[in-house]
């Protein structure tokens, strides 16, 4: 009896093994797309036939999937049309557009056939989202083949993708046939689609356009050799893509694109799709070289880009990203083309790499991504490749953005899911504001050494697998030795806010008494800089008990540690060795990456303010 308890002890931690290792792991399912497009450039329509081959590799069995048909956003009292026409502050983009449109101009996906393994499925269409009951479930582990035809019609250009953008180009094609939705540990994903952000399978494009021979066609993914011939269908050519390890594929075509190739020194093909116009002939042409740097910084910093190109595509209603790709408008400054292209093209790290449920957790997608463009802006500022101010904090001005917004009464939490922020500015200032300012906050409590190798940790260690934001706190957790937890729960679950000050100082006899004030909800480590009257500065800093650690070198100096400050505590007074009269300035947070909502307090003497 003892042996066969001990054997059935042996099999259950064999077990729990396992599944501690799956989770770890975090299971992906995978798909392989193969589709085939006519598109009529004169009636925006194509038709589509679509194979995926879908395999489950998750430990449940599947009796049902969902598909999103994004173009069924585009008509009139679609819930993406009523969201935008109650909303307190509609997208100027959409506004009551979508409301407006006629039947030739509103956007569909009509579903013709659809089956699982030569056996048809039922469906039901409900708005963005298509719902189909399987006529066999899939078992954990196996591949089924589905098939879909489809006949599709370009709604105008409104929102992402679209006919006639208002640069006149023809076709942006983003999110644009029937994609089949995540399942993943978190179980279904099938969002309607209102706007916002989306989520994807990983798996492998291949796809064919025939279109008229006129047009010129760039997308996310590699162009076969010898694509772009004659095509079976009359008087039309067939351009052919591939690409793989991606969980989307977006296009655009036009007659009248440029096209120009730039071999980034990593080895990525970059191309530049465009047309000529008084700014994007000027411009266009320069962005090869300039986005060649910001490859090499972001490689060394972020982690290595994996795919083997990155194409800048002239379309859309401003910037958006896809895998491989983005649409952007091109009728812009040099700065201000750079600076959507960098945004753009970070999105490939933070959403197509690691492909976060930007639907859950926005801002783990535009928060990074705002955050890394802050950075390589100023280091393109820095190698002279773009006009502006070299900054020694780039996140200055979004950090006090940030604080400022605290007071507006409009903040919501970083945990609101992306489709149901009451404003479009909670969701702007949440996702891509606050979302920064938790990263580049965060690189002020573990300092700027276990930051960098927290940041290359999370992305080595989670690429191509969905990671939550534990994942990335354990990740910095683990390269800075500290508990974090903390951290995460204030700046994702609450809006308490930050304000320290400087609420006295005085001097005896060789020490100077430095008495600090906590009156936000929100506890921070406090950075002090003590500038003495002959030049020097020296640096302290005060842990908060509750990290269980400290960072001990920042600024380009060593920290001197002081004792703990309990969170509780709404005060804490530290004597340092130095006479208060050979003190200059006494300043909390000296290059202002805290977003304290009040930082008149911060510094001594106290700042003189303005009748």
């Known amino acids: 009896m003892i042996q066969k308890l001990l054997n059935i002890n042996l099999l259950l931690l064999i077990a729990c093994s396992f599944c501690f290792s799956q989770t770890a792991e975090r299971w992906q399912q995978h798909v392989q797309y193969k589709m085939e497009i006519d598109m009529d450039v004169e009636t925006f329509q194509f038709t589509g036939k679509q194979h995926i081959v879908y395999t489950n590799n998750s430990p449940d069995t599947l009796d049902r999937v969902f598909y999103h048909l994004f173009f069924n956003a585009f008509q009139p009292g679609s819930m993406m049309d009523v969201r935008s026409r109650s909303i307190e502050d509609p997208d100027g983009r959409v506004t009551d557009r979508i409301y407006h449109l006629k039947e030739n101009e509103i956007g569909y996906h009509k579903i013709d056939k659809l089956e699982m393994d030569g056996a048809p499925c039922d469906y039901r269409v409900e708005g963005t989202v298509l719902e189909v009951d399987l006529p066999s479930p899939i078992l954990p582990g196996a591949s089924t083949l589905l098939y879909m035809e489809f006949n599709s019609q370009v709604p105008v250009q409104i929102r992402r993708s679209g006919r006639e953008n208002k640069e006149g180009i023809s076709l942006s094609m983003s999110q644009w046939y029937p994609k089949l939705s995540e399942y993943d540990y978190q179980g279904w994903h099938a969002h309607p689609y209102v706007g916002r952000e989306f989520h994807g399978v990983?798996?492998?494009?291949?796809?064919?356009?025939?279109?008229?021979?006129?047009?010129?066609?760039?997308?996310?993914?590699?162009l076969k050799e010898g694509s772009a011939k004659k095509s079976p269908f009359k008087?039309?050519?067939?351009?052919?893509f591939r690409a793989n390890n991606v969980h989307d594929f977006a296009w655009g075509a036009d007659p009248d694109y440029n096209h120009i190739t730039h071999?980034?020194?990593?080895?990525v093909e970059m191309n530049m799709y465009y047309q000529d116009g008084p700014l994007a002939s000027e411009h266009w042409p320069k962005l090869g070289k300039i986005m060649d740097e910001a490859f090499n910084f972001a490689n060394a910093r972020y982690g290595v880009y994996p795919y083997p190109v990155y194409n800048f595509i002239q379309g859309g209603d401003g910037g958006?990203?896809?895998?491989?790709?983005?649409?952007?408008?091109?009728?812009?400054?040099?700065?201000?083309?750079?600076?959507v292209s960098v945004h753009e093209l970070m999105h490939s790290w933070y959403q197509m790499i690691l492909g976060t449920n930007e639907a859950l957790y926005p801002w783990m997608d535009e928060g990074f991504t705002s955050f890394a463009s802050a950075e390589i802006m100023n280091h393109l500022r820095k190698k002279g490749l773009i006009d502006g101010d070299v900054q020694v904090n780039p996140m200055y001005n979004s950090t006090k953005s940030f604080a400022r917004f605290t007071q507006s009464g409009y903040e919501e939490s970083l945990s609101t899911h992306a489709d149901h922020y009451t404003t479009n500015r909670a969701y702007g200032a949440a996702s891509y504001t606050k979302g920064s300012v938790f990263i580049s906050q965060l690189e002020y409590v573990v300092g700027k050494d276990a930051f960098a190798r927290?940041?290359?940790?999370?992305?080595?260690?989670?690429?191509?697998?969905?990671?939550?934001?534990?994942?990335?706190i354990r990740a910095m957790e683990k390269e800075s030795g500290m508990e974090l937890d903390w951290y995460k729960e204030y700046m994702m679950n609450t809006t308490h806010t930050i304000d320290y000050s400087i609420s006295d100082i005085t001097g005896d006899s060789g020490s100077t008494k430095i008495s600090l004030t906590k009156t936000g909800l929100m506890p921070m480590p406090m950075d002090i800089e003590v500038v003495l009257k002959d030049g020097r500065k020296k640096y302290f800093t005060i842990p908060?008990?509750?990290?269980r650690g400290e960072k001990t070198h920042d600024y380009g100096a060593e920290l001197k540690v002081l004792n703990d400050w309990p969170w509780t505590n709404a005060s804490y007074s530290v004597s340092i060795n130095q006479n208060l009269d050979d003190i200059e300035s006494i300043r909390l947070d000296p290059l202002g990456k805290v977003a304290d909502i009040n930082t008149d307090d911060n510094e001594w003497p106290p700042k003189e303010v303005n009748p």
Request: with cysteine; proline share 5%; aromatic share 14%.
């Open 454 to 472: 927290g940041l290359k940790r999370y992305y080595n260690t989670w690429k191509f697998k969905h990671p939550n934001p534990n994942d990335f």
């Open 320 to 339: 958006m990203e896809y895998p491989m790709a983005t649409l952007i408008t091109g009728e812009r400054s040099l700065g201000s083309l750079v600076g």
């Open 544 to 547: 908060l008990r509750i990290m």
């Open 263 to 267: 071999t980034a020194e990593c080895g």
């Open 202 to 222: 990983w798996g492998d494009f291949d796809v064919s356009i025939h279109i008229d021979p006129s047009f010129i066609v760039g997308a996310g993914g590699v």
């Open 235 to 240: 008087k039309k050519r067939v351009w052919e």
